[in-house]
């Protein structure tokens, strides 16, 4: 379920509170600002070196699917990226020259498209989208507890009009990879282990035809989620036009979420909204992600989407010796 919320009334609903069983949100004055504080070194990517490269390695997985994880999985020379096991790899994860009126000096992005997302060899009646992941817990050795306030930001560019797949439906998402306060059993491991849940932001094509045939197009910035697992459908978003999105963590286990065009730093006037997605509070974040989402017709490429700079913070220093290690991720 779809809900519209102005930019507005985002944060007014956020400070209220959207629901009387939700805690009340922070005063966005006291809400960190994602991109704030101290830049963790050995992660995030800038994209700039002309020998980045993406290693497919093979038919991609499909374990959300079929329960097939196909190694070994794809994986950046860098060691940054690899593929999902749950859901496999964009069929293009390639460095291309930054879009104009991107970061300035940049000049190295990358680019995701996909073709054939979902089971490999099959298509199905359903959209269904591929993954890259960010490798924080090889990088790092652990992920980053919400008590010193982590954030991740990324800026993203929003193809011309005529490159959009011509389908109604979300076409990119960028989100987080967060374990969960609470445990929960694993059915197949029996192995008791923190929630692990994927909050973030979607960018959502919208195609409409008048009375006389023509066509209305316009994409649209979606949260998820807020407490009940809804998305919130908020401002809209041109086509080329460079986006900056981020996210902050608190230690009460509220998501932030902040949102402006164009590619400067997010400041306290950017924020959207606070929640605890699906009714879960955050304990640590793992990782951040990019989804790309298409038809799985094996004739219809998704929308081109290209993003840069993908950035981690912490408003507390990093301490490695406190780092969430997979046993405490595991009860």
Known sequence: MTQFISRRQFGLLAVAGLAATQVQAASPAHIPVPGAGQKIARIGDDFEDPKWEYIPNGTKSSYNLDKKIRVPGGIARNDLWFEAALRGQPDVVKRV??????????????????????????HSPESQQDDIIHNVKGRLGGALPVFQTPSITTRVFIPAMEKWERRNGSSFGFRAGLRATHTKVDKETKV??????????FIQHNFKQ??????????????RSDLYGRDIEGPE???????????????????????????????????????FPYKYRAYALETLFYNVITADNGRTWSTPWVVDDPAFFMHTPVDRGRMASPGQLQR
Request: hydrophobic content about 35%.
């Open 237 to 275: 978003v041109d086509a080329s036009s460079w986006w900056t999105l981020g996210m902050s963590f608190t230690s009460d286990g509220q998501v932030h979420y902040f949102a402006k065009a164009g590619i400067d730093d997010l400041t306290a006037e950017d924020y959207l909204a606070s929640h």
């Open 97 to 122: 020259a930054t879009p104009e009126g991107g970061i300035p000096g940049s000049e190295g992005s990358l680019l995701l498209a996909t073709l054939n997302p979902g089971i490999p060899g099959q």
């Open 192 to 201: 008791s282990e923190r929630e692990e849940y994927w909050p973030g932001f």
């Open 210 to 223: 008048d009375q006389y045939g023509g066509v209305h197009a316009k994409s649209t910035l979606v949260i």
